[in-house]
């Protein structure tokens, strides 16, 4: 290794602090924990098997794991050994996850014991791959722990940094990997994050309420957080007073959230924020998708000014803005980060004034750039020459700060116009008995689409009340087009990945 920085991307930053700190808590959740010298043993241990087993440089291996320890074992290991490592999101379908494993050429994959029939499927569509069970025995697999306690848990010689190759979630057709051929140095968004977390791994201690398998919890909360000495809580299922309950338990300092969990929190009753000590809390990030202005005033308000957000994904990308700069600009995103070149183009693919919505495009990096895996057509249809975009639609005021206003996937059209549901979200969400709501265009033979809100209210809520309250509140926020026409009220949960986002798609599903 040459570097500092190559060493930490083959994850030897655990190995680091395994040597400085060996008996401090890395990990703890509800599935077990470790220490730093047992985490980087095992991810040795694991990685030792690999080898053992005939992967070389450049193969692929998977993880289909729970919030869980080895779920990181099963990560730094690989990571040491040049492999190119996919997490895959336990929540899909048998079928789903053995698309990926196969789509992105695993060789091995660690799955969570209760995965059994997820277990069975890739056995029985890809007898050829090494299936390891984490948690307990699984039919058609090797036990986890057994296969890898007779390897060497010393460190790699020579370690060889390996890649993660991530997948969308794939609300139109199948998810798509985000490929590179070689490693992107790293990006502004990555660099700032850890400059405003300014960890200390004497005493702070972080908690991961996403799912490890995502790319923003397992990049901007708990590998930041071992890289830097510090411990981290994985949470198993995200639960509003469950968070504060452990925030409070363990003194956490740091973590990453999502908008919905901040309007979750926030609409808990005040004599329940208010009974656990969340003074020790020093640093909030928060992306992966918008969030209502008056929700994040209300949480800065409440915590301070000590919530960061950035605007990146898998794909690449990249702006950053703190408490400070949002107060001034509020709903912004941020600036484009140094380095970052961004381009917001009409239907046509030209440019758009200032204050112009439009679609958001980012310069592709020169090295690292992307490409979706074993998909040309996908990869040409996210670039416009040396321009890639995510599909949000938004726009740049004349300070240089970006705004979303939704994403081109989710547009309603009405009558030939553009709707964006996000900004109709925001001002219904607004309402005290408004606990999640999906705006979405449904059939409608005059205009095309039409506006409908699909509302899950909070316990003890008047229907036709709120429905009054809602359509007088949309009378005066929103302009005439952009007002629904109708309003349901669903008792069953609204759908969302379990990164918190709403999946507008199978809403609109319903619909269609």
């Known amino acids: 290794m040459q570097t500092l920085e190559e060493y930490i991307s083959a994850g030897m930053g655990i190995a ?20 730093f010298h047992e985490l980087n043993a095992n991810s040795n ?23 869980r320890p080895e779920f990181l074992e099963a990560l730094y290991g690989p990571l040491r050994i040049g492999l190119r490592i996919t997490p895959i999101n336990w929540h899909l379908t048998p079928d789903e996850v053995t698309y990926i494993v196969e789509n992105c050429e695993a060789k091995a994959v660690v799955c969570d014991s209760i995965l059994q029939e997820t277990i069975s ?12 069970s984490a948690g307990g025995k699984a039919k058609n697999a090797l036990l ?31 998810p ?8 992107p140095p790293l990006s502004m968004t990555e660099k700032l994050t850890s400059e405003s977390a300014n960890f200390n791994p004497e005493t702070d201690f972080s908690i991961c309420p996403g799912p490890a ?18 411990g981290v809580y994985l949470m198993d299922k995200w639960d509003a007073e469950k968070m504060l309950h452990l925030i409070d338990k363990y003194k956490c300092t740091h973590t990453h959230m999502v908008a919905t969990m901040f309007h979750r929190i926030l609409r808990l009753p005040e004599e329940v924020r208010s009974s656990y000590d969340l003074s020790s809390m020093k640093w909030i990030l928060h992306g992966a998708a918008p969030c209502p202005v008056e929700v994040k005033r209300a949480i800065i308000e409440w915590f301070g000014p000590i919530v960061f957000e950035y605007y990146a994904a898998t794909e690449g990308g990249g702006c950053f803005i703190d408490s400070k700069e949002w107060l001034l600009k509020p709903g912004s995103v941020g600036k484009a980060n140094e380095g970052v070149e961004v381009k917001i183009l009409d239907e046509e693919d030209q440019e758009v004034k200032e204050g112009m919505e439009g679609t958001i495009y980012f310069k592709a990096p020169e090295t690292g750039r992307f490409e979706y895996y074993k998909a040309k057509e996908k ?12 599909g949000d639609i938004g726009y740049r005021d004349s300070d240089g700060y970006y705004f979303l206003t939704g994403r081109s996937a989710d547009t309603i059209i009405s009558g030939g116009t553009n709707i964006y549901p996000q900004e109709i979200d925001d001002v219904l969400l607004a309402h005290q008995s408004v606990a999640e709501v999906c705006c979405i265009g449904v059939p409608n033979e005059e205009w095309g689409e039409e506006v409908k809100a699909v ?29 629904p026409k109708t309003y349901e009220f669903w008792t069953e949960e609204l759908p969302r990945l379990p990164t918190g986002k709403i999946q507008r798609n199978l809403v609109k599903k319903r619909f269609w």
């Open 176 to 183: 798509k990997g985000v490929f590179r051929k070689e490693n």
């Open 144 to 174: 986890y722990d057994d296969a890898i306690a007779p390897e060497d848990d010393a460190n790699i010689e020579n370690p060889i940094a390996g890649k993660s190759m991530l997948y969308t979630s794939g609300t139109t057709g199948r």
């Open 121 to 132: 499927e890739i056995k029985a569509k890809l007898p050829e791959v090494i299936i390891l």
């Open 45 to 67: 241990k694991y990685a030792n098997f690999l080898l053992k087993q005939g992967l070389r440089h450049g193969d692929a291996v998977a993880i289909v794991c729970k919030n």
């Open 455 to 483: 509302i899950n209210l909070e316990s003890g809520s008047d229907e036709d009340v709120v429905r009054k309250e809602l359509v007088k509140l949309a009378e005066e926020k929103l302009s005439g087009f952009k007002k």
């Open 213 to 230: 398998y995502h790319a923003a919890p397992l990049g901007l909360n708990i590998s930041i957080s071992l890289m830097a000495g510090v």
């Open 16 to 35: 680091f602090h395994a040597k400085m700190l060996p008996t401090k808590k890395a990990v703890i959740s509800e599935h077990g924990e470790r220490t």
């Open 379 to 390: 990869t040409s249809g996210a670039y416009r020459g040396d321009y890639f975009t995510m």
